[in-house]
């Protein structure tokens, strides 16, 4: 086996008050277009994963979230074709701003035991049961 490329890519479990997890659909035109997934994105060369993961809300979500806000729960590590990917997944379930949108991708509120109800990437279907076991 070839030595694949390590990606780190970090994730977040953003909890509301009704203690539904956001997830968000890869849009067309990206890598695994129209599965589900936890919002987050790469990390940046030099780059700590909790600066990423909040550069990265704001980005997609339009939302502002302190560092102590993120908790960390777990992470997933997975060997796609081409790169092996790791990615911690944080908890939040306190930030200012509305949940928006901002890359034209869609948005839903799910409850954790309703998860497996929508396609992810194979790297984000392991987290599912530490979120179930966290808010059920």
């Known amino acids: 086996m070839a030595d694949l490329k390590l990606t780190l890519v970090v994730a977040c479990a953003l909890v509301d008050a009704d203690k539904r997890v956001l997830i968000a659909q890869r849009p067309e035109g990206k890598a695994l277009a129209g599965l589900w997934e936890f919002p987050g ?18 980005e997609e979500l339009g939302i502002e979230v302190a560092e102590p806000c993120l908790a960390p729960l777990t992470f997933a590590s997975y060997a796609y074709e081409t790169f092996h990917l790791l ?26 035991n309703k998860l497996r109800d929508y396609p992810m990437p194979p790297a984000d279907i392991p987290l599912i049961p530490h979120l179930i076991d966290l808010l059920m």
């Open 41 to 58: 994105g790469k990390c940046e060369p030099g780059e700590r994963p909790e600066h990423s993961l909040i550069r990265e809300l704001h």
């Open 87 to 112: 990615m911690p997944l944080y908890i939040c379930r306190r930030w200012e701003g509305m949940v928006t949108a901002r890359e034209g991708q869609n948005l839903a509120w799910v409850r954790a």
